[in-house]
Nanobody
Framework: QVRLEESGGGSVPAGGSLRLSCAIS????????MGWFRQAPGKEREGVAV????????YYADSVKGRFTISQDNAKNTVYLQMNSLNPEDAAMYYC???????????????WGQGTQVTVSS
């Protein structure tokens, strides 16, 4: 049974920070890559950051470079997304996902969590 569970979302003012967590259980952690994605109302789901499981190599969307950091704790089977300097354009439902392709495209990820909501007030 593969399961991904996000937590850590909430409401913050512009300029604030949040840390999202994605707890991984089952065989999902054997997936080669873990990614964070987001989807705002009326918009397509977009990739935010991806990390190589066990290796640490990361990749970010241009819109979040320098503000967001993806990391993993192998002992806890958890992937994190530290989000700093949040702005209203970052408001969305955030999802973690596991896949086998090094990409920010959500089309290549097989396992998804239910999402956690991030709201940023101006």
């Amino acid at each position: 049974q593969v399961r991904l569970e996000e937590s850590g979302g909430g409401s913050v003012p512009a300029g604030g920070s949040l840390r999202l967590s994605c707890a991984i259980s089952g065989h999902a952690y054997s997936s080669r890559y873990m990614g964070w994605f987001r989807q705002a109302p009326g918009k397509e789901r977009e990739g935010v950051a991806v990390i190589v499981t066990g290796g640490g190599r990361t990749y970010y969307a241009d819109s979040v470079k320098g503000r967001f950091t993806i990391s993993q704790d192998n002992a806890k089977n958890t992937v994190y997304l530290q989000m700093n300097s949040l702005n209203p354009e970052d408001a969305a439902m955030y999802y973690c996902a596991a896949g086998m392709v090094w990409t920010l495209s959500p089309n290549y990820y097989n396992y998804w969590g239910q999402g956690t909501q991030v709201t940023v007030s101006s």
